[in-house]
Structures are given as C-alpha cells and as structure tokens.
C-alpha cells in the first residue's frame, strides 16, 4: 500500500513538472511569436532591424566625421531616434542618390533617411512619412542692404543662380538679371565680393553655411510662401511602417529631440 502511494505521488510530481514546463515553453513561444509577428507587420527587409538606406556623403545630414569617421548627420540621427522609438535595431546602407529608390523598389531596405523632397511625381510612386523638415527659398544678401525685401525687389537687381536649379528660374520670373554659377559657395563669395545683389537657396542651405562659418555677413531678405518639405520615402506596400513611424515623429516633436537636432546642426529648429 505504501509502495503503490509513493509511485502515485511520484506520477503526480512529474505530471506537475512537465505542465510546469509546457506551460513555460508555450510562454517562451508566445512571446517570440509575437515579436514575430510585429515584424511581419512592418515588412522589414531583416525582421528586428529598420534597413535604412543613405548617401553617407551629404553634409550635414548624412555624413562621416572627418571623411572617415562615424556615420552621423541630421537625418542620420533622426533615423536612429526612431528606430529606437520602435524598439528596432538600424542599419545604413550607404548609397549613391542615383540608385537609391532603385535600391528600395529592389527591396533591400526599408526606407529612405536622405532629404528626400516631397513632390507629387514622388507621390505617385512612394509612401512618405510626415515631414521632418521644412525649407523654403530665400533671398540672401549682405546685411544691411534694405533695397531687398520681396522677390518683386528682384527685378533689375543681379543674382548668382546654378543654371540647373530651380532657383535660377524663380530669378528670372522674379525679373533679375542671373549670373551662373557652379553652386552655392561660388554664388556666396560674388555676393561677398558685391559683384552680385542676392542669391536665391533654400534656408537650410543658408543656416548650415552660418552655422559651419560663424558670422557671415549675409542675412536673409525674404522667403518663399510654398517651402519644401523633406520625409523618409517608403515603397507602396509599407503603410504600416510609414504609421510607426509617423506616431515616432510625434513623440520626438513632442518631446523636444526634432527641435534638438535642427539646433545642433542648423542652428534653429527646422522641423517645422
């Protein structure tokens, strides 16, 4: 009788042990079952990790300190920022501007963190998040020159434009006589020189050139009423993500970081 209860006490522990352990495992499963699926959700490139693709040669939003340094930037950060808010892993992919949407339409990354401009060609073909910068064209001169305060005041005056940019049109239907130029530096240093009486750029161009050079000499006489915006660029099938990401933004905009890192790197809160 004894011998029959020992081993009816024995059956019943180990009937206890093994549901213990089922029960632990079936926990163990469920959990990495749900981090699974959260993934799935996304439609990540790498399931745990945000796949972002960026130039790594575009100062001051994505760059190497020093040329061979770590990459950071603006956008870079801002990146990571997110990632982090998702609970995701990063990881760049460094790519040339001319590949780059071939590159996530190919599937091999999720997103696109390099100052892609939102234009409605874009839109056709792309999801975008809410912007995380905001630029409009401005008119920059020396400072004190008060004779510029609209882009009427353009007309008759000399302005030094890149022939391919859309700024060198704006001088022209504003009435200014244009003298080309290769880019921006060689545009500032006629403007310097008072060979020329403006240059028209956009304001994050201007403000990373104060904020790289110190005191310059030049202020900002007017801006433009339509100012580009600037998001992370997705494929047609990410709405989930782009979703995430959007309520990420929120909670960095909310919580101070956008504005963070517009003053770290642009000397103002550009964002916005």
């Not at 996530?104 to 892609?116: E, K, M, P, S, W």
């Not at 001169?141 to 882009?151: A, C, N, R, T």
């Not at 239907?173 to 956009?202: F, K, M, P």
Request: with cysteine.
């Amino acid at each position: 009788m004894s011998r029959a209860r020992t081993l009816l006490g024995l059956a019943a522990a180990s009937a206890a042990v093994i549901a213990l352990a089922a029960c632990s495992s079936g926990t163990t499963d469920q959990g990495a079952t749900d981090a699974a699926t959260g993934a799935d959700d996304y439609g990540l490139v790498t399931a745990g990790t945000l796949t972002v693709a960026t130039e790594g040669t575009y100062r001051p939003f994505s760059y190497h300190e020093d040329g061979s340094g770590d990459l950071v930037g603006y956008d870079v950060e801002l990146a990571e920022a997110v990632a982090d808010k998702l609970g995701l892993d990063i990881e760049f992919q460094e790519t040339q501007w001319d590949a780059i949407f071939a590159g996530l339409d190919a599937g091999r990354f999720d997103v696109i963190a390099n100052q892609v401009s939102i234009n409605p060609e874009r839109e056709e073909q792309y999801l975008f998040s809410e912007p995380y910068t905001v630029s409009p064209g401005v008119i920059v001169v020396k400072e004190g020159d008060s004779s510029i305060s609209s882009f009427d005041d353009l007309a008759g005056k000399t302005t030094a434009q890149s022939l391919t940019s859309n700024w060198y049109e704006l001088a022209q239907e504003s009435g200014a006589n244009v003298e080309a130029v290769e880019g921006w530096a060689q545009a500032v240093a006629l403007l310097e020189q008072g060979r020329v009486d403006a240059t028209i750029n956009d304001e994050l161009t201007f403000l990373d050139y104060v904020k790289t050079n110190g005191a310059s000499g030049l202020e900002i006489a007017a801006e433009t009423d339509d100012p580009s915006l600037s998001a992370f660029a997705f494929t047609k099938d990410k709405q989930d993500l782009v979703d995430a990401i959007d309520q990420a933004l929120a909670e960095l905009r909310d919580e101070g970081v956008l504005a963070e890192l517009g003053e770290k790197y642009f000397g103002a809160d550009v964002s916005e």
